[in-house]
């Protein structure tokens, strides 16, 4: 896709964007009646508009947002995507300012230092030509991969930290996932091959992103610690196919005897899928 692809209507200059410099040296019918109303729970129910001053533009905007304490994790993934049971949150973190184009996951829409607004105003306010935001009463995916499409995008111009780059592709990998299994079934084939390969293209700049800042931050990292990043890792680089290096990030978690069993057990089990995995091609 092109992680910023679809941002030229909003008159956004995407030619020759990089996501990353180059390193330095060193560097889921309930038989009742009431089993159904469950399931088809109104979405709309969990949110609310929160109002926010953009840092950019000092205009006054609204954006959908999750009602905290409302939301039930079942679980995550491999790759620790949080499972909810009522709706995907991760589609209402993205903050887009539709005056000025500035967006930013809502944990950092008032992080901004002066020389970030000053690039803001000059590669992104100066040529955005607007963002409809009309009474919207929810996201759908395509609204919520736009709008991590126009953070990534921001990231880049605001040279933003390579983990919280990495970290919003890891997010927009989930949500185009998400999109994959809810509305996958209303897909064509291409069209389903084509969203696989927008995710993978998002696990890869996660997973570059992740590498780079191990080398260059402290931890916490995106509010992980170190155990818990080289696990995410080993997974991101067993979803690229790069299995040498995924069983060599493992091995740091499995000979450890500081890790919590938690991840220790995780890590495991990602050992044998690995091998698992070889096997078949072999």
């Known amino acids: 896709?092109?992680?910023?692809?679809?941002?030229?209507?909003?008159?956004?200059?995407?030619?020759?964007?990089?996501?990353?410099?180059?390193?330095?040296?060193?560097?889921?019918?309930?038989?009742?009646?009431?089993?159904?109303?469950?399931?088809?729970?109104?979405?709309?129910?969990?949110?609310?508009?929160?109002?926010?001053?953009?840092?950019?533009?000092?205009?006054?905007?609204?954006?959908l947002t999750v009602k905290s304490g409302k939301l039930r994790a079942v679980g995550h993934e491999d790759d620790l995507r949080p499972i909810y049971k009522e709706l995907d949150p991760i589609k209402y973190e993205p903050v887009v300012c539709p005056s000025c184009g500035y967006a930013s996951l809502a944990q950092y829409f008032d992080s901004m230092m002066p020389l970030q607004?000053?690039?803001?105003?000059?590669?992104?306010?100066?040529?955005?030509?607007?963002?409809?935001?009309?009474?919207?009463?929810?996201?759908?995916?395509?609204?919520?991969?736009?709008?991590?499409?126009?953070?990534?995008?921001?990231?880049?111009?605001?040279?933003?930290?390579?983990?919280?780059?990495?970290?919003?592709c890891l997010k927009m990998a989930w949500v185009i996932r998400g999109k994959l299994e809810n509305e996958g079934d209303k897909l064509s084939e291409e069209e389903r091959e084509s969203l696989k390969?927008?995710?993978?293209?998002?696990?890869?700049?996660?997973?570059?992103?992740?590498?780079?800042a191990l080398s260059t931050e402290l931890f916490p990292i995106s509010g992980m610690d170190e155990t818990t990043l080289t696990y995410l890792l080993a997974e991101l680089a067993f979803r690229l196919e790069d299995y040498r290096e995924a069983l060599q990030l493992i091995s740091r978690i499995i000979g450890s005897n500081s890790v919590s069993s938690r991840i220790k057990n995780m890590a495991i089990d990602l050992k044998e899928q690995i091998r698992a995995k070889v096997s078949e091609e072999q």
């Open 197 to 212: 390969k927008d995710e993978l293209e998002c696990i890869q700049n996660a997973y570059d992103g992740y590498r780079l």
């Open 117 to 168: 607004a000053k690039r803001l105003r000059a590669d992104v306010e100066s040529c955005f030509s607007g963002f409809d935001t009309n009474e919207m009463e929810i996201y759908s995916y395509d609204d919520a991969i736009i709008r991590y499409k126009m953070v990534l995008y921001c990231d880049v111009i605001g040279i933003v930290k390579n983990s919280r780059k990495a970290y919003t």
């Open 1 to 63: 896709m092109g992680l910023f692809s679809g941002l030229e209507v909003f008159g956004l200059k995407i030619n020759g964007i990089e996501i990353y410099e180059k390193p330095k040296e060193k560097d889921s019918k309930g038989n009742t009646e009431k089993k159904v109303q469950e399931i088809v729970h109104s979405e709309t129910d969990y949110l609310f508009q929160k109002t926010y001053k953009c840092p950019v533009c000092d205009e006054q905007l609204k954006s």
